[in-house]
Structures are given as structure tokens and as C-alpha cells.
């Protein structure tokens, strides 16, 4: 049997964004000059952003979401780019999850406020694979941001393994990505996960706190630092692909040392909207290769592209572009260099 598809799984959100002129002090004014909805979480936005790529392979949605106006507003948004909702369950226990993103206009820098909703309640009971065993790939996201799957269950492990196990038992590749969380379990949350995932994907700063690495940001980015955190999450996991992303670019190893460089397209900024679902759309250019068995360095490639292209929109997912047209803004702009 040849597998095609991939399921992406976890945060199902509507996000509400709000362009703002500047980001105020406690206690005082910002004007928004702008606002939108749409989609928001790791999966549904890998999702949507693959099927803008032009993936012609099936694309699974897995998740729960409320009995409730916005979580008709993502089935039908699904079903409008053909993504399938056969694991999308429902629930009228809590509302659908949605994120107010407040991003400043000059910066594109964003701030969060969340409301987990249904996606703290998504457990084990609400994944079954077994019809599912035609699928190539399973994308979990977000880690340290789905509270039912962080607790543990009669193993002592936290439950997202149980999921990632059973996704792997059933014959598919599986990839997760994290959240930028401080909360004292997300090291040992990401230890836990290592043995049940071939594809990890993170930026800079959570490759420090799991690490605890002085890796810096911005101009303090230390590549040394970088590659010792990749190494170290590596470490005796062989079936083990790390990617961690940042503004300049993306480094990533494996088990067996092989490693990957690749500088971000130098976007200027003035085409820049905002960074929202950029990390998703890097995560979907890369994934986009990997089904399609392309080398390493091309899905990468094709990952700080497909983001680049994000950049140019203020959503999760508009601004994404066919992979001929993504790729064409590296060749229009070209790549930071790394080296």
C-alpha cells in the first residue's frame, strides 16, 4: 500500500487579530487600526497553509472543538479547502478555543491572549488511528498548550505519548511542534515525547529552556549555542530530525549528525504585516517536502519560503503562496547567510 496525507492534530483556535499602532503601557491607549478573523493553532494552520502550497495529498484535521458558532466557522472553513473532519470531534462541554493577537504594526511583533476552550479537554479517548493507517504523517502542535494531553496517565507519562505512539503503531511518520512556554514541565514534557517523534520543531528560545543553553536571540543569536542545544535533543534518539527556527534562519541535525543550515529570506521590511503563523507556515513548507521525499536542505528551503510569504499577510495562513511562487521569493530577495 503507498501512504499519502498527512493529519495534523491538537489546537483548533479563531484568532482575533487587531492591528495596533503601538503597544501600551499598564493602563494606557492603543488604537486598532485594523481587524480579522481566522485560523489559528498549529494544525489547523499547517493544514491550510499546505493546501495553499498546492498539496494535491489528502489532509486530515484532529481535534475538538465546541458546539458553537465558531466551531461551525472552522468545519466550514475546513471542508472549504478541502480538508477533512472525520477526527474533529465536538463538544458542548466548553467553547471553541480562540487567541486575541494584538500585533503592533511598525514591529509585527505579537502578544497573545488565549482561551484554551475545547483544547484543553482533547484526550487519548478522542484519537483513533485505526482507520487512519492509509496516512503518511501525523503533525502534533502545540506542546505545553493542550492541558488534557500534558497530564499523566497510568504509565506516569504524560498522554500526548500515548497518541504519538499509537500514530507510529500504526505505520506514519510524526512530528511535533512547541509553544514558547516558562512553565517548569516543558523540558521534561519534551524529553518525554523524544522517543515517539521523528520530526521536532521549535525556535531559538525554546531550545534554551529545554536545554538550558545561553543560545541568545536577535543579534546575541550564538550558532555554536544552537547546534550544542540541537545535539544535545538528539542525543541517543538516532530516528530523531531537530529544527530549530529563528529570524535569520533555520539549523537542524539528527541522530547521526547530519546537519542542515538554512538563512531566512531577506524580506524587506516594508513587506512585512505581521508574524503570526509564521513558525506554522515553515512547519508546512518543510512537512510539504518531506512527504514528497525531497532532501532535507530543499524542505528547508521551501520552509523559510513558504514563512516568508506568510510575513507578507497579518493572518496565520492568507499570505501563503504555491510552492513555485514561495520559492520565487528566494530567488527574488535571496537568504541570510549563517555561516
Not at 485594523?34 to 499546505?50: I, Q
Not at 500526548?160 to 509553544?179: M, R
Amino acid at each position: 500500500m503507498t501512504r499519502s496525507g498527512i493529519i495534523a492534530g491538537g489546537n483548533f483556535i479563531v484568532d482575533r487579530i487587531k492591528m495596533l499602532d503601538v503597544w501600551p503601557s499598564q493602563d494606557a491607549l492603543a488604537h486598532i487600526h485594523a481587524e480579522s478573523k481566522g485560523n489559528g493553532g498549529g494544525p489547523y494552520n499547517v493544514l491550510k497553509d499546505l493546501r495553499k502550497l498546492g498539496a494535491s495529498f489528502p489532509l486530515e484535521a484532529m481535534g475538538l472543538i465546541g458546539e458553537d458558532e465558531a466551531g461551525r466557522w472552522i468545519q466550514q472553513d475546513l471542508e472549504n479547502h478541502e480538508i477533512r473532519i472525520n477526527t474533529l470531534r465536538t463538544t458542548s462541554e466548553s467553547p471553541t478555543s480562540y487567541t486575541d493577537v494584538m500585533t503592533v504594526e511598525s514591529s509585527g511583533r505579537r502578544t497573545f491572549f488565549h482561551q484554551s476552550g475545547t483544547n484543553a479537554l482533547w484526550n487519548p479517548t478522542h484519537v483513533d488511528f485505526s482507520q487512519l493507517s492509509s496516512y503518511r504523517h501525523f503533525h502534533y502542535a502545540y506542546l505545553m498548550l493542550l492541558e488534557s494531553m500534558e497530564k499523566q496517565d497510568h504509565s506516569g507519562n504524560p498522554a500526548v505519548t500515548q497518541v504519538l505512539q499509537s500514530a507510529q503503531q500504526h505505520g506514519l511518520s510524526t512530528s511535533v511542534d512547541c509553544v514558547s512556554s516558562s512553565a517548569g514541565g516543558f523540558p521534561d514534557l519534551v524529553q518525554a515525547v523524544l522517543p515517539f517523534t521523528n520530526y521536532l520543531f521549535m525556535n531559538e528560545w525554546e531550545a534554551s529552556r529545554i536545554t538550558g543553553l545561553e543560545i541568545g536571540e536577535g543579534d546575541t543569536l550564538d550558532m555554536d549555542q544552537v547546534q550544542a542545544a540541537a545535539a544535545q535533543i538528539c542525543h541517543h534518539t538516532e530516528t530523531l530530525r531537530v529544527f530549530i527556527h529563528f529570524p535569520q534562519g533555520v539549523y537542524s541535525t539528527n541522530g547521526r549528525g547530519e546537519d542542515v543550515v538554512q538563512g531566512s529570506v531577506r524580506l524587506p521590511m516594508d513587506r512585512i504585516r505581521g508574524a503570526t503563523g509564521a513558525g506554522d507556515a515553515f512547519c508546512a513548507g518543510t512537512l510539504f517536502g518531506i512527504h514528497e521525499d525531497l532532501p532535507i536542505p530543499k524542505c528547508m528551503e521551501l520552509g523559510v519560503c513558504a514563512a516568508a510569504a506568510c510575513l507578507q499577510f497579518p493572518t496565520a495562513s492568507d499570505g501563503v503562496l504555491p510552492v513555485d511562487q514561495s520559492l520565487a521569493l528566494g530567488q527574488e530577495f535571496g537568504f541570510y547567510s549563517l555561516t
